[in-house]
């Protein structure tokens, strides 16, 4: 997991508006803080490299998230009532769970070639029978 942990530190480290900072004096995994016209996560240094992963890869989803909204310069004034607004909360987390989601599947597949292949769905063929002793 630290292969794709140091990969999600380098894409981060593209960003010219973002910083990735690893501390140690922090309560939670990690967060993401807008300051000085640029975006901060801060990663908690005393956990495990798996839950450093988990956590930057949510404060990406995160920062995608803002960045997106930013461009469209906030968010819809559609929302009238409180159940409106709820839902577009709730929509706003599952889009950035997704794109957490894709960017995790992306940087393991480059890490580790392609990805595995199923079996084919579909007819039987019968040359795929395993010949029986007898």
Not at 19 to 43: A, E, P
Request: aromatic residues 10%.
């Amino acid at each position: 997991m630290a292969g794709v942990l140091s990969r999600l530190y380098d894409l981060a480290q593209r960003r010219d508006d973002l910083v990735v900072d690893v501390v140690d004096d922090i309560d939670s995994w990690g967060f993401l803080l807008f300051r000085d016209g640029r975006y901060h996560i801060y990663i908690n240094d005393s956990v495990r490299d798996f839950r450093k992963t988990m956590a930057l890869v949510d404060e990406l989803g995160h920062y995608a998230l803002r960045r997106r909204l930013a461009r469209r310069e906030g968010r819809p004034e559609t929302a009238a009532t409180m159940k409106e607004q709820i839902r577009e909360d709730r929509a706003c987390d599952a889009w950035a769970a997704k794109f957490s989601r894709r960017l995790l599947y992306l940087v393991r597949r480059g890490l580790h070639g392609g990805t595995s292949r199923r079996p084919r769905q579909g007819r039987y063929d019968p040359s795929w029978r395993v010949p029986q002793k007898g």
